[in-house]
C-alpha cells in the first residue's frame, strides 16, 4: 500500500511540474508546442506539407546586383526547398506562373513599432491597452501587404499581438520583439508628467510603464532586473535609449543618458542570454559611450562625426539608420521642441549615408514610424527614397539580405529557425513576386497593392493576384 501511495504522489507531483510550465510559458507569450530554434537550421518540414512552385521567374536573392535567368523555385511546407533554372514539376504542387516576373525576398524592416506606429499619440498614452491592441492587428495585415513578411520590433508590448500571428489568429510579419524600451530618468522614453516626479519606491507607474512600452531604469542593477524581464518574455534583442530623442518632453537631443556601468549591464545581461543589444543614439558621444560599452547595433546616428564612423567599422557595429521623409516632424505639434528636435535629426540624414558609404559600415534599413496611421502607409516609400543615396539594387538588399544577416545576431534567440532576406535552398519562404523589375525600378516596391502579384509568407500564400493552378 505505502509503495502505491508513493508511486500516486510522485504521479500527483509531477503533474503538478507540468502544469507550472505550461502556465509559465502561456504567461510569458510561448506557444505551448514549439521548439527551440537552432539558429539558421532549416526547421522540420511536415511529410504532408503543401507545395508550391513559383516559376518562370527570375530571382533578386538579396545578394547579387542582377536578376537570375528565368528560374523556378519549390517551397515545401515553411522552407525554399529547391532553386533550379528553368521549370520544375513536382506532382499536387500549385503552381504560380511569375510569366518572367521578380521573384524576392520578402521585405524586412529593421527599426518598427507594432504597437506604437498607427496610435495616435493620445491614443498611445491613453487609450485602453486591449484597443490599442486591436490598432495594432489591423496594422500588421496591412504591414505584411506591403510586403514586409518581417519587422524587428524596437519597443513596445509586442509579445501578445506576435503570439497571435505566429499561431495564425491574425495575419501579419514575423516580428523579433525587444519589449519594454530600457530608459533612464529624463531619458528618452520617460513619458512621466512634472508633477509625477520625485519618483517614491512604491508609486504607481507612468503609463508607458504600465503597458510595458518602456522600463525606466537608473543604475546597473535595475537594468540587469528589467532586461533579464524582458529576455525571460521572449525578446529577442534588448533596446535602450543612449542619448535624448526628438518625442520625448523632458530629453534633448545632446544628453548622453546611461553611464558605462548601465550599458555594460545591458550588454552583459543580453550577451549572457546569447544575444545584443541596441541602442537609440543620435550624438557622436553617446553613440561612442555605447559602442565601447559592446552595444552591437545604434539605432539612428544621424548626428554621427567621422571619428564615431570609424570606431564602428573597427568594431563591426551595426547602423540602423532611417531615410526620415521631409514632413515626418509633423506629427508633433508646429513649434514645440518635439518638432525642433525632429528637424535638427532630419538634417543630419545626409552626412550619416555619406560616412557609412565611405567607411562600408554595415547598414540596416529600418523606418522608426511612430503613433501616425498616415506615416505607417509610407513605409514602403521610406525603402524607395535610399536611392537618393545608394542604387536599386543596394537599397533591396539593404532590406532583405542585410536586414537578415542582422537579425541573426539574435542567435538562440531568434524566435524563428531558418535563414531570411534571401531566397536560397533551406531559407524560410517569404517571398514576394513583383510586376516589373525592382532593382531597374523600385518605385514599384511603394505601390506594393498593384505591384506586388503574390505575398508568401511562411509558404503561405496571403495574396494571388494570378491565382495560381494545380496541375
Known amino acids: 500500500m505505502s509503495s502505491i501511495v508513493r508511486k500516486a504522489g510522485l504521479y500527483f507531483v509531477a503533474c503538478l511540474a507540468i502544469i507550472f510550465v505550461v502556465h509559465a510559458r502561456m504567461s510569458a507569450g510561448a506557444p505551448i508546442n514549439d521548439k527551440k530554434p537552432s539558429g539558421t537550421t532549416p526547421p522540420p518540414v511536415e511529410?504532408?506539407?503543401?507545395?508550391?512552385?513559383f516559376e518562370n521567374v527570375r530571382i533578386f536573392n538579396g545578394k547579387p546586383m542582377e536578376l537570375s535567368a528565368p528560374s523556378s523555385v519549390l517551397v515545401h511546407g515553411n522552407v525554399i526547398e529547391r532553386v533550379a533554372q528553368g521549370n520544375l514539376s513536382v506532382e499536387g504542387s500549385r503552381v504560380i506562373d511569375g510569366g518572367g516576373r521578380t521573384l524576392m525576398p520578402g521585405l524586412i524592416d529593421a527599426h518598427w513599432h507594432a504597437m506604437l506606429g498607427r496610435p495616435t499619440p493620445t491614443q498611445a498614452l491613453s487609450a485602453d491597452i486591449g484597443y490599442?491592441?486591436?490598432?495594432?492587428?489591423?496594422?500588421?495585415?496591412?504591414?505584411?501587404?506591403r510586403?514586409?513578411?518581417?519587422?524587428?520590433?524596437?519597443?513596445?508590448?509586442?509579445?501578445?499581438?506576435?503570439?497571435?500571428?505566429?499561431?495564425g489568429m491574425l495575419s501579419g510579419p514575423r516580428i523579433f520583439p525587444s519589449g519594454s524600451i530600457l530608459a533612464v530618468t529624463g531619458g528618452h522614453g520617460d513619458f512621466r508628467q512634472l508633477f509625477e516626479v520625485p519618483r517614491i519606491d512604491g508609486m504607481p507607474l507612468a503609463r508607458v510603464e504600465q503597458i510595458n512600452a518602456v522600463k525606466v531604469?537608473?543604475?546597473?542593477?535595475?537594468?540587469?532586473?528589467?532586461a533579464r524581464e524582458q529576455l525571460m518574455l521572449g525578446a529577442s534583442q534588448i533596446k535602450l535609449t543612449a542619448s535624448g530623442g526628438a518625442a520625448s518632453p523632458h530629453s534633448p537631443?545632446?544628453?548622453?543618458?546611461?553611464t558605462p556601468a548601465e550599458l555594460s549591464a545591458a550588454v552583459q545581461a543580453a550577451n549572457d542570454r546569447g544575444t545584443y543589444v541596441a541602442a537609440h543614439t543620435y550624438t557622436p558621444a553617446a553613440m561612442q559611450r555605447a559602442i565601447l560599452a559592446g552595444v552591437q547595433c545604434i539605432e539612428h546616428g544621424q548626428l554621427m562625426d567621422e571619428a564615431t564612423a570609424k570606431l564602428m567599422a573597427e568594431k563591426g557595429t551595426w547602423l540602423s539608420i532611417q531615410p526620415f521623409l521631409d514632413g515626418m516632424e509633423q506629427i508633433f505639434p508646429p513649434g514645440s521642441d518635439e518638432r525642433e528636435k525632429a528637424l535638427e535629426v532630419m538634417k543630419g540624414t545626409d552626412r550619416a549615408y555619406e560616412l557609412a558609404k565611405k567607411y562600408h559600415l554595415k547598414t540596416a534599413f529600418g523606418s522608426d514610424i511612430l503613433f501616425s496611421p498616415e506615416l505607417a502607409k509610407r513605409q514602403e516609400s521610406l525603402l524607395a527614397s535610399l536611392t537618393k543615396w545608394y542604387t536599386p539594387a543596394e537599397a533591396l538588399a539593404m532590406a532583405t539580405s542585410a536586414n537578415g544577416e542582422l537579425l541573426a545576431s539574435s542567435g538562440e534567440r531568434s524566435p524563428y529557425r531558418g535563414k531570411l532576406g534571401v531566397v536560397a535552398e533551406g531559407a524560410l519562404a517569404d517571398l514576394l513576386l513583383v510586376d516589373g523589375n525592382p532593382i531597374k525600378n523600385i518605385n514599384l516596391i511603394a505601390i506594393p497593392d498593384k505591384s506586388f502579384l503574390a505575398i508568401m509568407k511562411g509558404g503561405v500564400v496571403y495574396k494571388d493576384m494570378l491565382a495560381g493552378k494545380t496541375p
Do not use: C, H, Y
Open 47 to 53: 511529410a504532408n506539407a503543401s507545395r508550391v512552385i
Open 132 to 145: 490599442i491592441t486591436l490598432i495594432a492587428a489591423a496594422e500588421a495585415n496591412d504591414t505584411l501587404m
Open 147 to 167: 510586403g514586409f513578411t518581417t519587422v524587428r520590433d524596437l519597443g513596445g508590448p509586442t509579445f501578445s499581438l506576435k503570439r497571435a500571428i505566429d499561431e
Open 253 to 258: 537631443i545632446d544628453v548622453i543618458t546611461f
Open 217 to 226: 531604469t537608473d543604475s546597473p542593477d535595475e537594468v540587469t532586473r528589467r
